[in-house]
């Protein structure tokens, strides 16, 4: 099946609707629980397929991204080789979150909690050297268990206000089973702001500067790719260092829990080093000691965050 970019884009959504279509009519009869969601994304694999069998990156991904009005979006798609249920396991609930974004380099710490019957992450965010929490900035989002099935998984992160006035922050993520292991589909939005759009101008017109994206505007005159920069680049890096996180999780999850820190961490680094020119910050000591750092500050924050739910439930309690 040809590629979406192929098409013209006024025909893409009639390319998808007809191939999710012909996804439910080939289950339907033998296995009418797919769900539309899940077809969806199955067609969204066959539109893809292209992409991700021939790549320059070396490994079965497609990345896409949008700047429009102030909406910025980046998208990943993935096939991994583990199971869908694998992948439910780890992420199910916000503590699988946490272990995950904690890897990447701008979140100091994150802890989860639960109230008012909803399910909370609070991310740390800063500078990519060490901080601690205290000099971060507090993102709070709401962990939503959106879909699971036995053919299908959905969760999404939410949070309605970030820094410099940028706000609507979501990170979504689809997966299916598909030949070979798990399609993987994530995610990330926000909407940004006159300040915003002046920081990131003046960081990549100085720390950034050079810095490039993963999806390809044109060839150059060697025919090699061009890649996407600016703000569209920006994004694409940060879910794509999502994606590799979520990658890692997976990979790390059979071993003893002592061990899977590290291991996670070092495994990480190693994936992003293969994509220098998108995803270098900082060599791979200095990557280690700040995470380690983080990881203890992190650890603590969550015992006071578990300890303030217990004391808040026995109060509860109390009064009922």
């Given amino acids: 099946m040809p590629s979406t970019r192929f098409y013209p884009p006024q025909l893409r959504p009639w390319l998808a609707a007809l191939l999710v279509g ?16 899940a077809a969806a994304l199955l067609a969204d694999y066959q539109l893809i397929r292209p992409e991700l069998s021939h790549n320059p990156f070396g490994m079965p991904i497609y990345v896409r991204s949008q700047d429009q009005d102030d909406l910025l979006t980046a998208e990943v798609y ?15 609930g916000p503590a699988g979150w946490c272990e995950l974004l904690a890897l990447t380099f701008n979140v100091k710490a994150c ?15 800063g500078r990519k050297f060490y901080q601690a929490p205290d000099k971060a900035y507090q993102v709070r989002y709401r962990f939503q268990d959106t879909a699971s099935s036995s053919d299908y998984f959905e969760v999404s992160l939410s949070a309605a206000d970030g820094p410099l006035g940028t706000r609507d922050y979501r990170t979504a993520l ?10 993987v589909h994530i ?20 720390l950034g500067k050079g810095k490039i994206g993963f999806s390809s505007i044109d060839v150059d005159g060697d025919g090699r790719p061009r890649y996407v920069e600016g703000v569209r680049g920006a994004i694409e890096r940060n879910t794509m260092r999502y994606y590799l996180a979520l990658q890692v999780v997976l990979e790390t999850r059979d071993l003893p829990p002592n061990a899977r820190f590290e291991a996670c961490l070092r495994r990480w680094f190693a ?40 004391g808040q439930a026995a109060r509860g309690g109390i009064q009922d």
């Fill in 271 to 310: 994936l992003t080093d293969r994509y220098r020119p998108q995803l270098y910050e900082m060599n791979r000591a200095e990557y280690l000691q700040a995470k380690r750092r983080e990881h203890i500050n992190q650890l603590r924050l969550q015992d006071i965050q578990t300890a303030l739910a217990s």
């Fill in 111 to 125: 802890v989860h909690a639960a109230q008012a019957e909803r399910q909370w992450l609070t991310l740390y965010m």
């Fill in 174 to 183: 689809q997966a299916i089973s598909v030949p070979g292991g798990t399609l």
């Fill in 78 to 92: 993935g096939r991994l080789d583990y199971p869908l249920e694998r992948l439910k396991a780890a992420l199910a």
């Fill in 187 to 206: 995610r990330s939005s926000y909407r940004s702001s006159l300040a915003s759009r002046w920081a990131t101008s003046v960081y990549l017109a100085t």
């Fill in 22 to 37: 012909l996804a439910l009519l080939t289950v339907g009869s033998s296995a009418r629980a797919l769900s539309t969601q």
